[in-house]
């Protein structure tokens, strides 16, 4: 019998985190050169990240969970304007006094604040973490003819460094040509919302161009993740974990 060449994983990692725990989100703890790295996957387009005691909130939306209840954030990364990605009420609440907010320029203008504006391409080192942008946009899927869902140049996806781990937050994007040009990722948070971002085959054609080694299907909407776990049953080296990311 031939033995599978993916992996899924559904394990859920006890998280030592009282108010983690409390809401019922699951966690996987990652192996890095500087120590664990902690991912919360709240839900849809949300991350959170606990590295080195600092705590960094991707895209806080207050529909998902009591964030008044999660820790408070060192950084916050917000990929673009839409309402499910940037949400003042729930940044407003994981925010402290010295929080950095890192956003796009379309962010800093609709909350009239941002602390570093990261436009596509631009690197910064952010509280020790080296962040990369990287451009977030629609090739096929539009609002209207000539309209796309979301336009080149407004949103970005990140790129984290936490110890010798790169860690790929794609944002709402579709398989672009800079995406499918990165190289050295070991973890990458890819889109499947659709009409608004990728097809499965979109990401299984992204993913065989830059060959993650671990693949989180996230913000996947009404599609069933399973699907790339078939697309990409016979790629080697690749493994692929489905978590609730609705």
């Keep these: 019998m031939k033995k599978p060449l993916f992996l899924i994983t559904l394990m859920v990692f006890i998280c030592p985190l009282t108010s983690v725990a409390q809401q019922d989100l699951q966690t996987d703890v990652i192996s890095t050169s500087q120590g664990n790295l902690t991912i919360t996957f709240i839900g849809h387009g949300t991350l959170m990240f606990e590295f080195a005691g600092k705590v960094i909130h991707v ?71 080296l962040i ?41 994007t579709e398989n672009t040509p800079e995406m499918k040009a990165l190289k050295g990722i070991d973890i990458a948070f890819l889109p499947m919302n659709l009409p608004y971002t990728m097809t499965p085959e979109m990401v299984a054609d992204a993913v065989t161009a830059f060959r993650p080694k671990v693949l989180y299907p996230y913000h996947y909407g009404k599609t069933d993740p399973s699907k790339i776990v078939q697309l990409l049953r016979d790629e080697r080296g690749i493994e692929v974990r489905v978590r609730k990311m609705m």
């Design 59 to 129: 895209d806080p939306w207050s529909r998902l969970a009591d964030y008044s209840k999660l820790p408070k954030a060192d950084v916050i990364l917000l990929t673009h304007h839409h309402r499910d990605h940037l949400d003042p009420k729930a940044i407003k609440a994981i925010s402290k006094e010295n929080t950095t907010l890192v956003l796009t320029e379309t962010c800093a203008k609709s909350l009239g604040k941002g602390d570093v504006v990261m436009k596509n391409g631009d690197t910064r080192r952010i509280e020790g973490l």
């Design 132 to 172: 990369e942008a990287v451009p977030a946009y629609n090739l096929v899927h539009m609002r209207s003819p000539g309209q796309p869902y979301h336009p080149k140049g407004k949103g970005n996806g990140y790129i984290i460094s936490f110890g010798d781990k790169r860690i790929y937050v794609a944002g709402d």
